[in-house]
């Protein structure tokens, strides 16, 4: 999954915000009252396979997967007026093998009246249902927020602005968000394969330049929510690079493969836009039981077809004093004609005879990853226990089934050579999390 990385923009703005703090914007005889939280996870996972999963869980364990530490300062500068920003400390979103530290949030809110809302600045753009307070573990009784969800928005974070209207409608809320900013991201990808001078094998980080825009409608009816919202991303390869258009060619009668490489007379594409029509619930049952679900479908505007693909969960948890147990089911997959490539990519053969067969191959292998597949879907066991109302510990087990075709993107990344997989993950998290 890609994370937005600290943009020059969400610096300033931090800065500009930290500036209106100091001063008491606007100068008057009001002064800033300022709240500061923290809030953290710390988590240890392990799971039964060899290979990592979801970017750091292997049989040897880690406490990369879930951890997080962040602190918050929300500014009241003048009535209708507020500053937030958001520091945070996680694993990093440019390397698997070490922590950075970034500003998620530093935006200015106006409430111009009750029922509006304006905020500018480094903002969380409306989603999921839990999008607002994904990193506060805290907040929500699962221990991990289903992947084959969450994965499917390149970004979460973006700078630009955020705005809020709100309807008394029966005896609930209904609210409309509207936003539009920018966001610059790594994009993870991890190829089996090589080539000489041109990529290395493993795990590679693609900067990319998005454009985000979208709305979502949500009814909020005392503790239920539902909600649906559409989003449009527009993405550009910051490096100049081309992503791949592959094509199917017989350079020799009797001898064909996919050309996977642009070249000046065949180019790839460099700019790609998708769409995320996407929608969640969560309700009560009755008798202390609560369901949530959601699902997305993410689809490109041109042919590059590895970009499509459906996904979602359904839990059901109940709260039995301070426990909170949960089960749930979730699934992601690429469209059929993703699969269908992926597989007669990675499969195709060369004979040796041929010039150049063994880098053919590895092209082959290269276009495959690149297509980034998804065919997976795990069902999971957890229980929250509150140790107050800030501090939850949480244990969850998770079974995974993955496909023949394993995304190279976040969920598994295997050695080439490694042949049949269509196997599934069995892996444990215990965590601790707190807001104060």
Known sequence: MAEARVAPMGVVAAAFLA???????????????VDVSVFGTIEHARSDSPYRYRRFVDDQGTWNRGSVFGLQLDAELQPGWRATVQSRLAPSIQSDDRWEHTFPWAFLSWRPEDDWRVRVGKVRAPGYLHAENMDVGS??????LPIEMYSLSPSMDITGVLLNKEWAWGVGDIGLDAYWGKSNIHWRMFFREGLPGVLEPGTKFMPLSLDLRGALLAYRMRDDVYQIGLHHIHSENDEGNFWPRPMLVEPIPGVQFYDVFPSAERHGYKRLALWILNAGVDVGLGDRYRMSAEVAVRRSDRKFEGLNA????VAVRRDWGAWTPYVSVAHLRS?????????????????????????????QIIGADSLQPFDQGSWAIGTSYSMTTNQKLKIEWVRTRIGSVPSMVDMVDIPSGVAGWDRSIHSVGVSYSFVF
Do not use: E, K, N
């Not at 907040?139 to 991990?144: E, R």
């Not at 459906?310 to 969960?313: C, E």
């Not at 004609?337 to 990519?345: E, I």
């Open 19 to 33: 500036v209106l703090v100091g001063l008491g914007f606007p100068s008057s005889a009001h002064s800033a009252r």
């Open 310 to 313: 459906t996904g979602g969960y």
């Open 335 to 363: 469209q059929r004609g993703v699969l269908q490539t992926y597989h007669a990519m990675d499969q195709t053969t060369v004979p040796s005879a041929v010039p150049g067969a063994d880098l053919i191959r590895a092209s």
């Open 139 to 144: 907040t929500f009784a699962y221990a991990q």
